[in-house]
């Protein structure tokens, strides 16, 4: 199939944290247009099942090929753990941000690493899968978050609540390995709460964060493939199945570039729905 260089870059999260990917994204191609789908509605996928996941994955990425978008970045761990159940479904290349999480890991090389997730990616093995296919001598520690990301996804950052479900998540692993000084940011929306995560471990001194690799990702793909727009500036589509009052303000908080108003997407449906 062939894809116009105007054609959109899509980016896809469960919820607003894939919104730290197109910040990246207008950071670094801010010719591009962006059209970005928040599943709210139905985050947290992270405690959900495989095939939910998928099951859902697949309508998202369905409204995405309708926007003609020509790659997507899904900005969104637990989703990306399940790369290989859709990508072949779809005509355009799908960026990895757990990938692309691995590949900034490996740049990096510490002997351990802590990563802290959604339930789902932690238990799916795929940051220590990726990891150690090239760089088996690195210790990756995977840590899951039950609430979390549904705790930012409100939109309050209520810091009493998620410093108690930092200690719950990520006070075990930091008591066993105080030697440990990096972390993954293994979910799209803990860079918006890197402060907290910092305030409470301050051992921490080296973040990783994949959606700047993601985003470089994208772009030398873009590139190679002789698909980067020459539009001149980029415009912003922001869909959200949830609540576009809190998408907006969160845009603002991040400091994404606006322009047009947030609109209100239809939600994928569940299984059992
Ligand atoms: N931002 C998503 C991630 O990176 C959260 C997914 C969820 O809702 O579980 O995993």
Redesign the pocket.
Known sequence: MMFTANAPIGVL???F??YTVVKELQRIVPQESIVFYGDGKN?????RQREEIVHLTKQCLSFLQKKEVKVVAV?????STLIDEYQNDFPFKIFS?VRAGSDALIQQHPKKVIML??M??AQSGCYERYIHAECPDIEVIPQGSKWL??LI?DGDFNKRKIAEELKASLGHAVELHPDVDTLIL????FPLVKDIIVELYPQFTHLINPAAVQAQQVKEYLEKSDLLSDNGTGDFQIYTTSDCAVYTRLANVVGLHMTAPVKLAPAPVTLRT
């Open positions: 999260d469960a919820g944290g894939g985050q947290p996928y992270g405690n900005g969104c761990n637990t989703i941000i997730s959604t789902f990616t990301a549904r996804e293994g979910c799209t929306h």
